[in-house]
Structure formats: structure tokens, C-alpha cells
């Protein structure tokens, strides 16, 4: 049974093999001096069998979470001498950003039901109160509606412009909904349900149109890639609130660091996703392409997507 005296009298251990593996990871293993270097050793060895003894008790799973961390970065320090670079980007894109996504997949999973509960709210008040849809929709989409267009058909004339547009609105929604959680992830679930309370809308209003068709062809292309990275997103200001209020054996500022880091990591593949999904909306989306080809495209990145975050990185596990 780990006590909180044992835990009292480790900690200064790992708070100290946490200072000198942010110092390298700032700065490199050569700015540690040769008494550092030989500390950092036995550190590391320390607290791998510290973690040895937590994992003997199952109810500290958040304290053995933090030292497997803690561990696994000083270990990518101790054994690998190379600086990043575009290679250790590629390499954390292809292995480890998808088994950070299997590890942290219950946030995502909970950011996903969130925004689903919205947008069946959003379909039932829009099926039963038809004046709830006009006061979250406004007058002038319900006009355009009305007259059976698609109020996308402005991105057409000015792409370059709105893909620079679409791209900052998606990193500052998805940056939004992860800053959301150094609030208890409160702001995080409201944004999450909000905006799926607006696509049951405005999916309703446009079904009850039927114009249902021309919304889903126009959503498919970039959906396929947007809405995973905003539940993903989601997820990562989840993860960050969950590290604010649940500390478990950690003390809170420790608990808030962990999750932080976790949430950050999660975050770090959201932005190519976005970078790809807004080329998409402001130049095949609003196009006059066939919606064959716009649901086509849509379904070979969502199956890609779903491939990579899957089975990404599992043969170096």
C-alpha cells in the first residue's frame, strides 16, 4: 500500500528528475555538467523503481499515469542524444500521436456524446418550437433557406481569403474548446454542446427545406477531417479539467501539470487536421463538383483518419 508519507518523502526525488529533464528538453543533455549527468542517471533508476512499487497498488493509478510520464521523458533524454527536428515531428505524428489518441480516447469519446446531445436538443426544439430555430439562426440564414440556397456560395468568389479565414476560425474554435478546461472544462462542455446544438438546427431547418442533401455534400469533404478535430479538441479541455479537479494522490498543481501536458499533446495533432480541413471548405465544398465526388473525398479521410488514430504506432509498442 503506498502511503502519503512514502509519497511525501519521493517526491522531492521526482520533482527533481522532472526539473533536469525539462532543463535538457529546453536545452540539450550537454547543458547538464558532468555531477548533473551521473544525478539524472541515478534519478532516473530511482524513480523507475519508485514506479515499481506504485504499480503494486491498484489504487494509484493517477500517481503511477505521472511517473510513467515523468519516466518516459527522461528515458527519450537519456537514450537519444538528437535534437528535434522535422524528424521528430514525423515521427510523432506516425507513432506517437496516435497512442497518445488511444490513451486519452475517453475525453474525445466524452467531448463527441457532449456535442451529440446538443444536436439532438437542437433537432427535437427545432421540430417542436419552430421560433427557437429562428433565434438561433437569425432572419437571414432562414431567408436563404427559404429561397433554397446555400449561404456557403460567397466562399466561391473569394478562396485564397477564405481559407485563411476558415483555417483561423477552426484553430481559435478548437484552441477555445481546449483553453476551456483550466475552468473545471466547464467552458469546454458548453461550447462542445453548444455547437451541436447549432448543427441539429441547422441540419433540421435545412432538412425540413429539403435541402437536406446539399448541406451534408457541402459538410463531407471538410467534416471528414474538422469535426474529429474538434472533438479531439474537445477532449483535450476535458483532459485539462479533469487534471484540475480530480487530483487523486497527486497534489493539484501536479495534477493540473500532467493533465496539461497530456491535453497539449492531444491538441498538437488537431492543427494539420484543420489546415487540410480548411484548403477543403474553400475550394472543394462550395464548388460545383459533383456531391458523389465531395461525399468520395469525405469517406476516404474519414477512413484514413480513423486508420491512422487506430492502428497508428502500434508496431513499436
Request: proline share 3%; charged share 15%; glycine share 12%.
Amino acid at each position: 500500500m503506498v502511503s502519503n508519507r512514502w509519497i511525501e518523502q519521493r517526491k522531492s526525488s521526482w520533482d527533481r528528475l522532472d526539473a533536469l529533464t525539462h532543463q535538457v528538453e529546453s536545452s540539450g543533455i550537454g547543458v547538464l555538467s558532468g555531477g548533473e549527468l551521473r544525478e539524472f542517471g541515478l534519478l532516473y533508476r530511482q524513480v523507475a523503481a519508485d514506479l515499481s512499487a506504485v504499480r503494486s497498488d491498484r489504487a494509484s493509478g493517477t500517481l503511477e499515469e505521472y511517473l510513467n510520464q515523468l519516466l518516459s521523458r527522461a528515458h527519450n533524454r537519456i537514450y537519444s542524444g538528437r535534437k528535434a527536428g522535422f524528424g521528430s515531428v514525423v515521427r510523432f505524428m506516425t507513432r506517437e500521436y496516435p497512442r497518445v489518441f488511444r490513451q486519452l480516447f475517453p475525453y474525445v469519446l466524452t467531448s463527441f456524446l457532449i456535442f451529440l446531445a446538443g444536436a439532438a436538443l437542437g433537432t427535437l426544439l427545432t421540430l417542436s418550437r419552430p421560433e427557437f430555430m429562428r433565434l438561433l439562426l437569425g432572419p437571414a440564414m432562414l431567408e436563404t433557406i427559404d429561397r433554397h440556397e446555400m449561404w456557403t456560395h460567397s466562399i466561391v468568389g473569394m478562396k485564397p481569403q477564405a481559407s485563411t479565414a476558415i483555417l483561423t476560425n477552426n484553430i481559435g474554435v478548437s484552441f477555445m474548446a481546449f483553453a476551456g478546461g483550466i475552468v473545471g472544462g466547464i467552458a469546454t462542455i458548453y461550447l462542445m454542446f453548444f455547437n451541436g446544438l447549432e448543427m441539429g438546427v441547422i441540419s433540421t431547418a435545412c432538412a425540413r427545406a429539403h435541402m437536406a442533401l446539399d448541406l451534408f455534400s457541402f459538410v463531407a469533404a471538410h467534416g471528414a477531417l474538422e469535426l474529429p478535430s474538434i472533438f479531439i479538441a474537445g477532449g483535450a479541455g476535458l483532459r485539462l479539467g479533469a487534471g484540475l479537479l480530480f487530483p487523486g494522490m497527486l497534489a493539484r498543481k501536479d495534477s493540473l501539470a500532467l493533465g496539461a501536458r497530456d491535453a497539449i499533446r492531444l491538441l498538437a495533432g488537431v492543427v494539420p487536421l484543420l489546415f487540410v480541413a480548411g484548403m477543403l471548405e474553400a475550394f472543394l465544398s462550395p464548388s460545383g463538383m459533383s456531391k458523389g465526388l465531395k461525399f468520395a473525398v469525405g469517406a476516404v479521410l474519414l477512413t484514413g483518419l480513423g486508420f491512422w488514430l487506430v492502428e497508428g504506432g502500434r508496431g513499436k509498442d
